[in-house]
């Protein structure tokens, strides 16, 4: 796995703040010159200044996962500055928690794309570059917990996040499979403390939330948000959390894991699902 980050290049996309950008920072830190791609073109700028103090080289570029083309100009501002890339995380990610009849369209595509086309039009650019390397490349995919289970809320959350970890399984498997130097982690992170209950600031121009529509001044959608935080703020603390990630980069592992509490429901669950029976109800877990 990825253990040497001393003149590395790394190239993140998604949220300079959270979870990102301490990705970004610890990278830095262990020596990588780091390039963060960002809807906030402002903020990726402030996390690119953060690590020049650090001494390493910090880049930054606005761009919008969720668009083909915008990959593609990631892409190219990569070979620009770096000429190559040997740690690709992608950790852009937003969220919506409304119920399957009341979720708008326009939420379903950004939701989808942002959680599942963005992965893909990335490794789809950044694999064959890594390929033509010929040196030891490391890919990590920021999913989630939500990944792997379910709750009777947020279907487009929990879909998404469990498309994002089939990709990456089938990607893994097929670069195992054809013998390339690149491996591939999936962080699927619990709740932790971050600002992810503000995610419609994520949103692009064409996903904008149109001021006429009742459902987003609703008491539901309030209530998602409201939720949302107070989980969060009660959450793992996000820089012990993050320097676990490291450790567990370390280490020959496919899935990236920081929180001991989820271990008896994902056991049990995958005994419910070798059993064919229902999917399993987190309360039988509870005590």
Aim: some cysteine; aromatic content about 10%; charged content about 25%.
């Amino acid at each position: 796995m990825f253990t040497e980050y001393s003149g590395k290049r790394v190239v993140i996309t998604g949220r300079a703040n959270g979870i990102g950008r301490e990705l970004a920072l610890g990278c830095a830190k262990r020596g990588a010159d780091v390039l963060i791609a960002d809807i906030h073109g402002d903020e990726a700028a402030n996390v690119a200044q953060e690590i020049r103090a650090l001494g390493r080289r910090g880049e930054f570029l606005e761009a919008d996962v969720s668009l083909s083309e915008e990959c593609q100009k990631i892409f190219e501002q990569a070979m620009a500055v770096f000429d190559g890339c040997d740690f690709l995380i992608n950790d852009a990610g937003v969220s919506n928690g409304a119920d399957i009849c009341d979720i708008r369209e326009q939420d379903i595509k950004w939701v989808t794309e942002v959680n599942v086309y963005a992965h893909w039009y990335m490794m789809q650019r950044f694999i064959p570059q890594m390929r033509k390397q010929g040196t030891h490349c490391q890919i990590l995919n920021v999913c989630s917990i939500a990944g792997l289970m379910t709750l009777g809320s947020a279907p487009i959350y929990f879909s998404t996040k469990h498309a994002a970890v089939a990709l990456s399984e089938c990607v893994y498997k097929s670069l195992k499979a054809s013998g390339d130097d690149i491996d591939i982690s999936v962080f699927c992170p619990g709740f932790v403390q971050t600002q992810m209950h503000l995610t419609d600031r994520h949103r692009p121009a064409r996903f904008a939330i149109d001021p006429e529509d009742p459902y987003y001044r609703s008491e539901e959608y309030q209530k998602f948000i409201a939720y949302n935080k107070v989980i969060l703020d009660n959450g793992s603390p996000l820089v012990p959390t993050i320097e676990k990630v490291f450790e567990l980069l370390r280490e020959k592992r496919f899935f990236i894991l920081t929180d001991e509490k989820y271990d008896r429901l994902l056991r049990e669950q995958g005994v419910y699902q070798a059993n064919m029976t229902e999917p399993i109800d987190l309360s039988m877990l509870k005590g």
